[in-house]
């Protein structure tokens, strides 16, 4: 997916500013060329010479920016305002428009460009492309000073309205109630657009012939109905309106005090009207003062406007509402919330009004990185009834954005698939017509496959689009092996997703294709599934078969599904007794099978100094896998793939005993603190928990039980806390939802497990598969330094050799020490040949027969 749109706030609009960004508010664009000739003039200036070589210098720089960077708003803005200043019209034209692609232009920069242009060209033949800058100006975002300065540039260059023509007058009124729609209520500026409008009245008042007493009286009508409008809309100068009110009836003859502020002498109707203007303003002035101050942090101005939304939508003016709105979002042009909200509103309120696509547009502009905008304009537009080429348009736009989630861009293609979809079906049923085809549906669905599934493996949400692919392949597409084939390589994909088999025989079942359903059942019932995923497979084949195949089918299910079964609580059994006991109980089966080839370990280590007990515990861990066998790993090629865990030091929090070296006393741990979690996603990984957990904090450690053979996830996982409070509060996150999957989350509480069992840095659950952190010394510590001077003098001799040397043999294991075992061919050179055949019939190795016997006969 091709990314355009960064959310760094270096490549998109920062709040857009009370000044001017170009800080060139009284600059004409006519004052550029007039600075340059006068630095021609004064070419021996070289500090104007510097001055144009540094500005072109930076001209230079700003182009191989944007060239590089065409998304960084900040270049564009500086770009524009070193051409304005330069005087390179033509360059800035194209800058403008240029930014103007990519992003919504301030309202502040619409009036520079309106203004330059006006200056430059002000013959009629210029009018229509400035009237059509203003236009695009005022749809960006709301500006009275703007709306200001398109109805005076109207009035000024418009042949037609300037002298006053029926064609003129009709246009410029025309463009006034626009005006008026747009921003005649708001509060703090509005009043500004009727001052306009009411002074273009009485020029036209001032052109009439006394003589026609009529169209006097007309006019005069006009304007008093104007001054009636504005007094019943709350604007912040009222008071100053209902004074300049009576001033002009008073002109006309009525007889009114026009100094005073009562209402005395006006009718009744305006009296009401502009007494309730004046409470409405009343309620809101202090929330007006609350959204202008400027001083006050950009997160509280914000909810400033959020509380003032709330309040008029408590007292449900649309109008007032929605113009609210268009102050908050000039305010905040690139807030995801505010434009969500601002466009939700609107959908309840007028849904099919093109009013709410032109307010989806502008809000995929400001905020185009986010998806709920993208899919709720698609669906805008599918009200409206857009065109075909329309709603394409918009749905290509939306994948060339950058979103924070590819569940997001699944939300957008599923959005695409079901408007296609309701458009076929309307064709179908003969409301429509179009050249609509079914295979406009499976190339989006293919599109969509191929962009995500890499992303969203294993996923509900990619079974859930599969699923949904298959069904309109076999219900609209009428193709049933392109059914089977969307369910093939969703198993291709995902196979080890128990969902994925159980919609594919779902969807067999349901359109009778019994023998198909069986034979997949037959493909999937032995193969491994997270949880009780395999168990499930298997009952659901022997349902399937009571309810829909012959007796020799349902014997044949039961046949191959019960060895399963069997295999399936066997090993369930063995996996809760593994999780449960020790790992030196678990090892007691397999050491009793060769005690007699293996000295026992306990009672030579208890013989040892602590510092050499526990060196020598370090280096071998003692590892036991599922079926029983023990087998030595060096702690140095233990695996350990969680980052967070350094293999040279203990886990952090893991329930482990660990010899003192200094005073020799055990130190204590214990399970009290560890969580268990199964029905784990078998993608979950070390930082997925920690961010499941993060809510509930004091994660110490996090152990994955992986697979023995294959290494992946078997879908259990230990975590360790901290304290008690914080395992509580995880345990109650039970039941909650990771990547797809519902966690079973308890207190770890292994029974049989004895104390002291697991006292040399390997938890006895880590024999399971779980990802192994093995316990030493540090460097510097005590022990490691007895261990060195236990080693001076042994440094020729191998490291069992140095292991057994300070053992003393004592009690009723003496028997069992290894015997000293020469290389063939061995000959000490030293010794007499004698000596040296006595020497090798002593070591001819002794039967334990034969050693039973020389003890009884000591």
Same mark, same amino acid.
């Given at each position: ?52 070589? /540094? =500005? ?6 700003? /182009? ?18 070193? #051409? ?130 009529? #169209? ?37 003859? &009525? ?40 001083? &006050? ?5 914000? =909810? ?17 509402? =929605? ?198 059942? %037959? ?48 090993? %369930? ?37 602590? @510092?050499?007990?526990? %060196?020598?515990?370090? *280096? ?26 350094? @293999? ?18 055990? *130190? ?39 697979? %023995? ?147 009884? *006969?000591?």
């Amino acid at each position: 997916m091709a990314e355009t749109v960064t959310l760094d706030s270096s490549t998109h609009p920062p709040q857009l500013p009370d000044e001017n960004p170009t800080g060139n508010d009284d600059e004409d664009m006519l004052d550029a060329p007039k600075s340059t000739k006068s630095s021609d003039s004064d070419s021996d200036s070289d500090s104007d010479s510097e001055d144009d070589a /540094q =500005q072109n210098l930076q001209i230079q720089a700003l /182009q191989t920016e944007l060239l590089n960077n065409p998304s960084n708003y900040d270049a564009h803005v500086q770009y524009i305002k070193a #051409l304005r200043k330069q005087g390179d019209i033509e360059k800035l034209r194209q800058a403008r428009e240029a930014m103007n692609a990519i992003f919504p232009l301030s309202s502040e920069m619409w009036q520079e460009w309106t203004k330059d242009e006006t200056s430059l060209s002000s013959g009629p033949e210029a009018l229509p492309a400035v009237e059509k800058l203003f236009e695009r100006g005022v749809s960006d975002y709301l500006s009275v000073a703007l709306w200001c300065d398109y109805l005076s540039f109207v009035q000024e260059h418009d042949q037609s309205v300037r002298t006053r023509s029926v064609s003129g007058i009709s246009k410029a009124r025309n463009l006034f109630e626009r005006a008026i729609v747009a921003a005649g209520l708001h509060v703090s500026e509005g009043s500004r657009i009727w001052e306009l409008y009411r002074e273009f009245e009485q020029d036209i008042f001032l052109t009439i012939d006394e003589t026609d007493a009529d #169209l006097r009286e007309k006019q005069v009508q006009r304007i008093r109905n104007l001054f009636h409008r504005q007094l019943s809309v709350p604007l912040a100068d009222l008071s100053s309106t209902l004074h300049t009110y009576k001033a002009w009836e008073a002109k006309q003859g &009525a007889d009114l005090d026009v100094d005073s502020s009562n209402l005395d002498g006006l009718s009744p109707h305006v009296a009401s009207s502009y007494q309730k203007a004046l409470d409405m303003m009343n309620a809101r002035t202090h929330l007006e003062n609350q959204i202008s101050c400027k001083v &006050a942090p950009e997160s509280e101005r914000l =909810q400033n406007f959020m509380a003032y939304l709330k309040f008029e939508q408590s007292l449900g003016d649309p109008a007032r509402i =929605q113009i609210l709105y268009e102050r908050a979002v000039t305010e905040f042009p690139i807030s995801s919330e505010l434009w969500l909200d601002y466009t939700h509103y609107m959908d309840k309120t007028l849904k099919t009004s093109s009013l709410v696509r032109d307010i989806y547009k502008r809000a995929t502009r400001n905020c185009p990185w986010v998806g709920d905008l993208w899919v709720r304009y698609l669906l805008s537009l599918e009200r409206s009834r857009a065109s075909e080429e329309e709603l394409s348009a918009v749905f290509e736009k939306a994948l060339q954005c950058t979103f924070s989630s590819f569940e997001e861009y699944l939300d957008v293609f599923l959005t695409r698939v079901d408007g296609l979809r309701r458009r076929l079906s309307s064709l179908e049923s003969g409301a429509e017509s179009s050249d609509l085809d079914y295979i406009i549906i499976r190339e989006t669905f293919q599109r969509a496959s191929d962009y995500l599934s890499p992303h969203l493996k294993n996923t509900e949400s990619l079974l859930r689009m599969y699923r949904y692919w298959a069904r309109l392949e076999s219900t609209m597409g009428k193709d049933l092996a392109a059914a089977r084939g969307v369910w093939e390589s969703l198993l291709k994909i995902s196979g080890s997703t128990l969902e994925a088999w159980q919609g594919y025989i779902a969807m067999e079942v349901e359109m009778g294709n019994i023998n198909e359903a069986r034979s997949h059942f %037959k493909k999937c019932y032995s193969k491994r599934f997270p949880g009780t995923g395999s168990e499930d497979i298997c009952n659901s084949w022997i349902r399937f078969e009571r309810e829909y195949g012959a007796l020799e089918d349902f014997d044949l299910a039961v046949k191959k599904v019960t060895p399963r079964l069997e295999e399936l609580q066997l090993f %369930k059994l063995q996996e809760a007794k593994n999780i449960g006991v020790p790992a030196d109980d678990r090892d007691n089966s397999s050491r009793k099978n060769v005690r007699e080839k293996r000295k026992p370990v306990s009672n030579l280590i208890e013989e040892q100094p602590p @510092a050499k007990r526990h %060196k020598d515990k370090a *280096k071998n861990v003692k590892i036991t896998s599922e079926d029983g066998k023990g087998q030595v790993k060096d702690s140095v090629k233990v695996n350990n793939t969680n980052p967070d865990v350094d @293999a040279s030091k203990p886990a952090s929090g893991s329930k482990k005993e660990n010899k003192d070296v200094s005073s020799g006393k055990p *130190k204590q741990y214990n399970d009290q603190c560890t969580a268990f979690v199964s029905n784990l996603n078998l993608k979950a990984t070390y930082d997925d928990l920690r961010r499941f957990f993060s809510d509930v904090g004091g994660v110490v450690a996090i152990r994955i039980l992986n697979d %023995k053979f294959t290494g992946k996830s078997r879908g259990l996982a230990y975590v360790d806390f901290s304290d008690d409070k914080h395992l509580a509060a995880a345990v109650a996150k039970n039941k909650q939802t990771l990547l797809g999957k519902r966690l079973s989350i308890a207190k770890s509480d292994p029974k049989g497990r004895k104390k002291g069992s697991d006292s040399h840095g390997v938890s006895s659950r880590q024999g399971e598969g779980a990802e192994q952190t093995t316990e030493s010394s540090k460097p510097g510590a005590k022990d490691s330094a007895e261990g060195s001077k236990e080693g001076k003098g042994h440094q020729g001799q191998p490291s069992s050799h140095q292991w057994a040397s300070n053992i003393q043999l004592k009690g009723k294991n003496t028997f069992a020490v290894p015997r000293t075992v020469r290389p063939l061919g061995w000959v000490d050179k030293d010794k007499p040949k004698s000596e040296e055949t006595d020497a090798t019939e002593d070591e001819i190795p002794k039967s334990n027969d034969e050693f039973r016997k020389m003890f009884i *006969k000591s």
